[in-house]
């Protein structure tokens, strides 16, 4: 599953779950920023996912959501809005089960290049690239996107604004 994973630091965890900052990176025209990831030694196996990674040592999730943001994609000029939804997850990446307590920030940009500034060997070996998904195309893909209900969440978001509170999601168990 998730190159969501790509950072291999340990990370920073809470009740045995690594603790993850991810962000839903919206740009002007309202498209969502997706990396696209696959197994290390494996190309064939891959999906999107949001920009992100675990918490370090004594950085709040903020700080890592901004962090990993401008690691992964060059990009730093963003507005950070708040959290959307909560997630956790395990799944096989890399030769090991991550178990992960996510957190979804909502972030906005203007800048839409997208340029990988400090990226771990693993991510080096893990992802493939990035691209700008509009809800429309999200919703007929058939490639396989984390969180699996992405379509789903970002229509909502798009219609309604961001909820009142993070919103708790499925737990996600591959």
């Not at 045995?16 to 991810?22: I, T, W, Y």
């Not at 962090?67 to 090991?96: H, K, M, N, Y």
């Not at 972030?107 to 997208?114: F, G, Q, Y």
């Given at each position: 599953m998730?190159?969501?994973?790509a950072?291999?630091?340990a990370?920073t965890?809470?009740?045995?779950?690594?603790k993850?900052?991810?962000?839903?990176?919206?740009d002007?025209?309202d498209?969502?920023l997706?990396?696209?990831?696959?197994?290390?030694?494996?190309?064939?196996h891959?999906?999107?996912?949001?920009?992100?990674?675990?918490?370090?040592?004594?950085e709040?999730?903020?700080?890592?959501?901004?962090r990993e943001?401008?690691e992964?994609?060059g990009i730093t000029?963003?507005?950070?809005?708040?959290?959307?939804?909560?997630?956790?997850?395990s799944?096989?990446f890399?030769?090991?089960?991550?178990?992960?307590?996510?957190?979804?920030?909502?972030?906005?940009t203007?800048?839409?290049?997208?340029?990988?500034?400090?990226?771990?060997?693993?991510?080096?070996?893990s992802?493939?690239g990035?691209r700008?998904w509009?809800?429309?195309e999200?919703?007929?893909?058939?490639?396989?996107?984390?969180?699996i209900?992405?379509?789903?969440?970002?229509?909502?978001?798009?219609?309604e604004?961001?909820?009142?509170?993070?919103?708790?999601?499925?737990?996600?168990?591959?």
């Amino acid at each position: 599953m998730p190159a969501e994973t790509a950072d291999t630091g340990a990370g920073t965890y809470e009740g045995g779950l690594r603790k993850v900052a991810r962000v839903v990176l919206l740009d002007p025209r309202d498209r969502i920023l997706l990396l696209h990831g696959h197994e290390p030694d494996d190309p064939a196996h891959d999906w999107w996912f949001t920009p992100g990674g675990g918490v370090e040592g004594e950085e709040t999730r903020e700080q890592a959501a901004l962090r990993e943001l401008a690691e992964e994609t060059g990009i730093t000029d963003v507005e950070l809005g708040p959290v959307l939804w909560r997630r956790t997850c395990s799944f096989p990446f890399a030769g090991r089960r991550w178990d992960q307590d996510e957190w979804y920030y909502l972030a906005r940009t203007t800048v839409t290049t997208i340029r990988a500034t400090a990226l771990t060997e693993l991510e080096r070996r893990s992802v493939a690239g990035a691209r700008w998904w509009t809800c429309q195309e999200l919703t007929r893909a058939h490639e396989t996107v984390y969180p699996i209900r992405l379509a789903e969440l970002l229509g909502r978001l798009l219609d309604e604004g961001p909820p009142a509170g993070p919103v708790t999601l499925d737990t996600e168990i591959v």
